[in-house]
């Protein structure tokens, strides 16, 4: 009886922590700063689960994290943010606001 009890308990765990994951949005991808701006490049995040790589318009990088679903920190800048929840945009604590730069169309290839 114990084993099955025990059985159970992980199961919930696992699921719970699958179901936990798959409700962040990806945030992965370049993004272009639309408000309260460092300079005039773009901005680019790099996801893995909750850990994140940030580095702002003008190339200065922080290590993040999202410390609960539609918040992340940046570690090295000392700064939060909302991210909303389609990962489209992130809004800064200090005001600074990066859209997601779409990616370009696949190239189309000739049958020739």
């Not at 159970?8 to 936990?20: E, K, M, Q």
């Not at 309260?36 to 680019?44: K, V």
């Not at 943010?81 to 189309?108: C, H, K, L, N």
């Amino acid at each position: 009886m114990q084993m099955k009890t025990i059985g159970l308990i992980a199961l919930g765990v696992i699921t719970a922590t699958a179901a936990a994951a798959q409700d962040l949005p990806n945030l992965s991808g370049a993004y272009r700063c639309v408000q309260n701006c460092a300079g005039p490049g773009p901005a680019f995040v790099t996801q893995n689960g909750w850990e994140l790589n940030l580095t702002n318009e003008v190339g200065r990088p922080s290590r993040a994290w999202i410390d609960y679903p539609g918040h992340l920190w940046a570690q090295y800048w000392e700064e939060g943010a909302v991210y909303s929840p389609d990962g489209r945009t992130i809004q800064f604590d200090r005001g600074a606001v990066w859209e997601r730069i779409p990616p370009p169309p696949p190239a189309m290839r000739s049958r020739g």
